[in-house]
Structures are given as C-alpha cells and as structure tokens.
C-alpha cells in the first residue's frame, strides 16, 4: 500500500517563513517532488529529491530523509503571490517500467498581511 | 516549452453516455497519466502509460478505461459515465528517466448530470 500525508492547511504572514511537512510509506520509492498549485490552474513543478539532504532553489527549499520516510518544503519570505495549495508526490517504484507520480492530498497555504 | 493538452477545458455529459477525454503532449515523453481531483482528496490516479500500448493501472482505475495508440496522445474512457464521476481530470506526462518533473495539462471540469 501507499500513504502520503501532509497537513491539509496552513496559514503563516507574510514575510515570515514556512515549513510544510510530508511523510509517506510506498512500495518502492525513486525521488520526491514538490509541486505548487493555484486555485483553478495546473500544478507546476517546484523542486525534486531523489536523495538524503536539503536542495535549494531560490526562496524555496526542499528536504528528504529517505529512512524516516519523510521531506519538508520550505518557504521563505513569504509573499501573498504564495498562496496556492503545495502538493508532495512520490515517483513509486510498483515494476519494470511502471513508476507513477503518486500524489498526496496537498496543504493549503494561506499567507496573510 | 512543454506544452500538454486536454481537448476540452469544460464537459457536460448525462449518465450513462460512454465518454472521451484526450490528452496531447507534444514533448515525445514516454510517461503518461491520468489523475482526478476533488475537493479534500486531492490528486487521484487513474492511470498510468509508460509506453505506447502499455498501460498500468492506479490507485482508483474503477469505471475507466485508458487508450495510447500514439505516444503523444493518452485518452480517458469512462465506459457509462455516472454522477460520482464528477470531478476535475488532470493529465500530465513526463520523461521515463528519474528525476524529470511531470507537466500537467490545464484540466478538464467534468460533469456528469
């Protein structure tokens, strides 16, 4: 089976920095992506781990632990253009060939003034 | 630019019509799939295409059918659409090669009435 959980909301002012967590348990694992998505668009690619430690891109961040099962995404210097939905998926090892983008159900980030 | 395709952006279909959602990726990806969003459950999938005529099937593959005849081209078949298929449908394709992020389409807002 697969689990990926992340908080569902959260909410943090603008300027500040925040930390969104994911932990997930599949049956194979081959790399952890970060994607952002706005309200009525398309999710869109934000960052990728595929080992131990912390890979920097900007205002942004992404970390893996493979043996905890577990990454953050972090966010600095929040702007109010940040407010999306920031989903964690896991590319899943299931088979030769057969590698999903499994998804979990994302966390709401809500940056106020 | 990787550009990725759905037909139609808006869908009403009555239940029980059998019914048809493509998706085009113009970039010769190998991988393709199908995810469902919905409110609190986030992105589901459906369907997996790592290859021409190879097909695998997800985490919720009840009620659908998929079709990759072309590798640029990976359709949704829902067989006899029923009112619990109302949902946004999400198509997105990527490289076969690990650590390639996934680019979505822009959705297709289906309803079943």
């Known amino acids: 089976g697969q689990n990926i959980d992340q908080p569902t909301e959260m909410t943090a002012t603008e300027g500040a920095i925040v930390q969104i967590n994911c932990t997930y348990q599949?049956?194979?694992?081959?790399?952890l992506f970060w994607y952002q998505q706005h309200a009525g668009e398309a999710p869109t690619f934000l960052s990728y781990n595929v080992l131990d430690g912390l890979e920097e891109k900007g205002r942004f961040s992404s970390f893996l632990s493979r043996s905890k099962g577990y990454s953050y995404l972090l966010l600095k210097e929040l702007q109010m253009k940040d407010s999306a939905s920031y989903l964690c998926?896991?590319?899943?090892?299931?088979?030769?060939?057969?590698?999903?983008?499994?998804f979990g159900k994302g966390t709401r980030l809500s940056v106020i003034a | 630019d990787v550009k990725v395709t759905q037909s139609s952006r808006y869908l009403v279909k009555r239940t029980g019509e059998k019914v048809f959602l493509e998706c085009v990726q113009d970039?010769?990806?190998?991988?393709m799939f199908w995810y469902r969003q919905d409110p609190g459950l986030g992105l589901r999938l459906i369907y997996f295409s790592y290859d021409v005529k190879m097909k695998e099937k997800g985490d919720i593959p009840e009620g659908y059918s998929v079709s990759r005849e072309k590798k640029e081209r990976f359709s949704l078949i829902l067989e006899s659409a029923s009112t619990n298929q109302t949902s946004m449908y999400l198509c997105?394709?990527?490289?076969?090669?690990?650590?390639?992020?996934?680019?979505f389409g822009q959705g297709t807002r289906l309803t079943v009435v």
């Open positions: 998926a896991v590319r899943d090892q299931r088979g030769v060939g057969n590698t999903p983008l499994v």
């Open positions: 970039m010769d990806h190998e991988n």
């Open positions: 997105a394709s990527k490289w076969g090669r690990r650590g390639t992020e996934a680019f």
């Open positions: 599949t049956s194979g694992f081959n790399g």
